[in-house]
């Protein structure tokens, strides 16, 4: 059995509201597309899903050991993590443009064997810059893994089913984000850094062995949907079209203050005198709220529309972040952590469901674009913050995330009710 991509009618290419509904995509024949995915084939998906966070939150527990074991500045070591990002965020609309030229299956396995490569050059890396330029390419590889794993979920799941596919690949990668934040900074200190490095290429290498071996849904394409991979141009044109630019605005922000303000929790602890690796273990509720709240998520998804769990998801955010702000102490940043979890598992999910059903004819390449707003915004408020974090100002910048996660709400139903007139206008 192979993963069968869900074909789209043609009237469904321009809808792009959050609450459509699963007849948006029925196939030919007329029947409720349903999800054809073997279990051992979406565990691969999800174990693919947890070597990409695990490998991109690894960085920061060992950001002081790799300076120590390196003989280099923390300045230095600090840059490598910064180009890390950077190649994280604009790398994403090539892995789109080659997913939807090229099928994502494909994307993957050269995804996958990027990853091994490079990491591979890391380790051996006999100079700084080379270990950085290796790094950077390195996260070039392992930034695509979750976008296209989205939108192969996507391909082959329903719409009423891919909600809680998406809440369970998000848990698979909350997993990893726990697990990093919990073991890598121990497995650095009691070998070395690049011990961790090596676990991500030897985890690579088996993905694409067992990916290699089975048999391709994309062959199938063209004759379950009788479609041609669309032109550089027009996959472009599709994706920044008015209605995916105004969801990658609302990516842009939500990352920033999401992910951008998670960054400076860890740190916050610190400034009350925990030492580094207790304040990693701390916050690692973030990761734990995010597994749990995926599974809300899909209960909730049974019972309500998709608009109101993105509002109480921004809602929790903005509590999190005035309850941090208003008073900072080890409780309330722990409590804070774990709020942005639960935020994250109702909020975000739910962005990146709207993302794979903006604009289906490119799907491939909107997801790309939207990863790229999400982790661009999260790039740009960190740097915003800095100047505030270095006077030790953090109640000021969990303050004004706080706030600016209610003006999130606003926009986010405008645009949302927006959508959903425009759709019903169509339909008539």
């Known amino acids: 059995m192979t993963l069968k991509p869900i074909p789209r009618k043609s009237k469904s290419l321009q809808s792009s509201h959050p609450e459509q509904h699963s007849h948006a995509q029925q196939s030919h024949s007329g029947q409720q597309p349903h999800d054809d995915t073997k279990p051992a084939r979406r565990g691969l998906l999800y174990g693919i899903a947890f070597l990409s966070f695990f490998d991109r939150f690894a960085a920061s527990p060992m950001l002081v050991l790799m300076s120590v074991q390196e003989g280099t500045s923390l300045s230095a070591i600090a840059t490598m993590i910064a180009a890390y990002g950077i190649a994280y965020g604009l790398g994403q609309p090539i892995w789109g443009i080659l997913g939807e030229r090229q099928g994502r299956r494909r994307a993957l396995l050269v995804a996958l064997s990027g990853t091994t490569l490079t990491g591979l050059a890391t380790i051996l890396a006999p100079t700084l810059p080379m270990m950085v330029a290796a790094r950077t390419a390195m996260?070039?590889?392992?930034?695509?893994?979750?976008?296209?794993?989205?939108?192969?979920?996507?391909?082959?799941?329903?719409?009423?089913?891919?909600?809680?596919a998406i809440s369970d690949l998000q848990a698979s990668s909350a997993l990893g984000t726990t697990v990093a934040t919990l073991v890598a900074g121990a497995i650095a200190t009691a070998t070395n850094w690049r011990v961790v490095v090596a676990f991500t290429c030897l985890a690579a290498t088996g993905f694409f062995l067992v990916l290699y071996r089975q048999k391709s849904a994309d062959s199938h394409r063209a004759t379950t949907e009788n479609t041609q991979p669309l032109p550089f141009l027009a996959s472009f044109r599709i994706a920044l079209a008015p209605r995916p630019l105004a969801l990658y605005a609302l990516g842009f922000v939500e990352g920033g203050l999401l992910l951008g303000t998670l960054t400076y929790l860890a740190p916050a602890i610190e400034t009350l005198g925990v030492a580094p690796q207790l304040a990693g273990s701390l916050t690692a509720g973030y990761g734990i709220a995010v597994i749990a709240g995926s599974q809300l998520n899909k209960a909730l998804m049974l019972q309500l529309p998709r608009l109101p769990i993105m509002i109480a998801g921004a809602l929790i955010l903005a509590a999190a972040y005035f309850i941090a702000g208003l008073r900072l102490s080890i409780p309330t940043v722990i409590i804070a952590s774990v709020l942005v979890g639960l935020s994250n598992a109702l909020l975000h999910s739910g962005l990146q469901s709207w993302a794979t059903e903006v604009a289906p004819a490119a799907r491939s390449t909107t997801v790309a674009f939207f990863a790229c707003s999400?982790?661009?915004?999260?790039?740009?408020?960190?740097?915003?913050?800095?100047?505030?974090?270095?006077?030790?100002?953090?109640?000021?910048?969990?303050?004004?995330?706080?706030?600016?996660?209610?003006?999130?709400?606003?926009?986010?139903?405008?645009?949302?009710?927006?959508?959903?007139?425009?759709?019903?206008?169509?339909?008539?």
């Open 374 to 428: 999400v982790f661009l915004g999260a790039g740009v408020l960190t740097s915003l913050a800095a100047p505030a974090i270095a006077a030790n100002r953090y109640t000021i910048v969990f303050l004004v995330t706080a706030i600016a996660a209610l003006l999130l709400t606003f926009a986010l139903t405008i645009v949302a009710s927006h959508f959903h007139r425009r759709q019903r206008e169509e339909s008539l």
């Open 139 to 164: 996260r070039l590889c392992v930034g695509s893994l979750y976008p296209l794993l989205l939108t192969l979920i996507a391909d082959t799941t329903s719409t009423a089913q891919r909600g809680q």
